[in-house]
């Protein structure tokens, strides 16, 4: 599978402190990737690079061949809290980047039926709860069609059974839209059933300890034995990269990243 997304990082570092180093990550297209690792070690600050919001750093990302120098409309990019804009709508806030722009509000209208809320359109966002505003972001998250979509744990703050419909409806679109997805997660069991492989990181100076592949065939049940032994396998993965020291850094050592 040839890669849509290319993420090179030789080096990323915070007041001298290096959190990211020797990365090599390609993403084909359609792909769900779920990225793991030690708290505070690097991953959001990969999805920044990755979306061309963190520039200081040594490496480059692609996008079908293309740099990603600065913020794109090719990468979709939905944050662990909604950011949604109060004094604006839901469609409104769907819409954002294209305020005004003819067919906007039509295509915001589209993405909100997928998404479940075209009844809450014109809703401020204090109306909505907390599943309801992520739905919205990820809504957002694919309003100018990219070929990326970045998710920097978007269902951590919702309860269990909210998450795992969103889970459900996530998989739904990403697949509709056809767009390769890299997630960032604490969550193995949602690492697991989302993705089509999993990387696990270091803890910092991150680096790719381990791919995870997950081959079964979807939809998937969330009490398959295989699935379980694939969470174990990560989970042991994840204890060794968490304690493992290199150097004068360990994982008592990660930065807020």
Not at 79 to 108: H, K, M, Y
Not at 139 to 158: C, H, I, K, M
Request: proline fraction near 5%; hydrophobic fraction near 45%.
């Amino acid at each position: 599978m040839s890669a849509l997304l290319s993420i090179r990082v030789a080096r990323k570092a915070f007041s001298g402190q290096i959190v990211l180093e020797n990365i090599r990550l390609d993403i084909g297209q359609g792909e769900v990737v779920a990225l793991v690792g030690p708290s505070g070690c690097g991953k959001s600050t990969l999805l920044r690079i990755a979306a061309g919001l963190e520039r200081e750093f040594a490496g480059e990302v692609h996008v079908a061949g293309q740099p990603i120098r600065a913020p794109s409309p090719a990468v979709g990019l939905m944050f662990q809290e909604p950011r949604l804009l109060p004094w604006l709508t839901v469609a409104e806030n769907v819409a954002f980047s294209e305020d005004g722009e003819r067919g906007a509000r039509r295509r915001a209208l589209e993405l909100l039926a997928e998404v479940e809320l075209h009844d809450w359109a014109d809703a401020l966002p204090k109306q909505l709860s907390g599943g309801m505003a992520q739905r919205v972001a990820l809504a957002r998250g694919l309003f100018r069609q990219p070929a990326v979509l970045l998710l920097d744990e978007p269902f951590s703050a919702v309860d269990a059974l909210k998450r795992m419909r969103l889970q459900e409806l996530l998989l739904r679109v990403v697949y509709r839209h056809a767009v390769t997805t890299l997630m960032v997660t604490h969550d193995v069991d949602e690492a697991v059933y989302l993705a089509d492989r999993v990387i696990v990181f270091d803890a910092a100076p991150a680096t790719v300890r381990a791919e995870v592949p997950v081959t079964l065939e979807r939809p998937r049940s969330r009490t398959d034995v295989e699935l379980a032994g694939l969470r174990a396998r990560l989970l042991e993965t994840l204890q060794e990269a968490a304690t493992i020291s290199r150097g004068p850094t360990s994982a008592l050592h990660c930065v807020s990243t």
